[in-house]
């Protein structure tokens, strides 16, 4: 059996391209997630340990959570690790980087950027703390679940769930006055029109986080692929 580590467009396009013979595990974050073919399972495994006792009976991980989800994918390369079993990571490209936009560690360096500015945040409803202390720019948030406190004095909340296009978000952006454009190095086409939509306004990009070397395709296409190989051994 395959466990997909998923809760992104990849995941559930692998599950489909393996005709659901997988398991699709979610954390269960958000409250109406967009289910893949398949089994599915949701919650935590709580930690290394709970995964790791998970593990037994499955042939193969593929950890084809988000770039920015650090946790569980240190937790599956531990957990395969101690049980032997084979883990692929599945992570689409980032962004081809533009000339002007602005790379950043973390999101509390990403706030840095923001003073004075009408900002448009698209980087999720995790880590919105870190724009809390900045008083004098303005806030558009979306997220497709609500976000918890403290949020910027000056905002306005969306929740919505993509995909978007470039018009639509540029609309978007011209409706609220929008100066800058801030999101996480996230990759993929979902996510791509408010880049192009953003035309002359500053981009701020939050560079992916560090994570465990794990043999890693970029492509539903490879993994099948690694998987075929993997399942004739
Ligand atoms: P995280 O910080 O890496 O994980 C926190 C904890 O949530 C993990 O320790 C694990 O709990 C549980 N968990 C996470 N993903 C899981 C999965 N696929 N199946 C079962 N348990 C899971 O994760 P996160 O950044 O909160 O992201 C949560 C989920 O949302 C991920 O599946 C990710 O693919 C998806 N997502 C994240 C982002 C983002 O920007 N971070 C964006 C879009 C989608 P236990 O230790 O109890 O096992």
Redesign the pocket.
């Known amino acids: 059996m395959i466990l997909i ?4 467009g990849e ?1 559930r396009a692998l599950a489909a391209a393996l005709d659901g013979r997988c398991v ?7 409250s109406n997630p967009r289910l893949p073919v398949g089994e599915v ?8 340990e ?2 790791a006792e998970y593990l037994s009976g499955v042939d193969a991980v593929v950890d ?12 599956a390369a531990a957990a395969c690790e101690r049980t032997g079993t084979p883990l692929l990571r599945l992570e689409r490209p980032g962004f081809t980087p533009r000339p002007g936009w602005i790379w950043v560690d973390d999101l509390s360096a990403a706030a840095a950027h923001t003073h004075g500015q009408r900002a448009f945040l698209t ?2 409803r ?1 880590g919105l703390e870190a724009f809390a202390p900045i008083h004098d720019a303005w806030f558009l948030i979306r997220c497709v679940d609500p976000p918890g406190d403290p949020l910027p004095r000056h905002h306005e909340l969306i929740l919505d769930r993509g995909p978007y296009s470039v018009e639509s978000e540029r609309a978007l952006m011209e409706r609220h006055n929008i100066t800058m454009l801030v999101t ?1 190095d ?1 990759g993929g086409a979902m996510t791509q029109a408010k880049l192009d939509a953003a035309g002359e306004r500053t981009v701020v990009v939050v560079r992916r986080p560090p994570r465990p070397g794990v043999e890693t395709v970029t492509s539903v296409e490879a993994a099948v692929h690694r998987l075929g190989y993997r399942r004739g051994v």
């Open positions: 580590l998923g809760g992104t995941a699709t595990s979610l954390a269960g974050a958000v399972r949701i919650g935590g495994f709580g930690g290394v709970g995964l084809a959570t988000h770039p920015f989800a650090q946790q569980i994918s240190a937790n980087t999720g995790q996480k996230s």
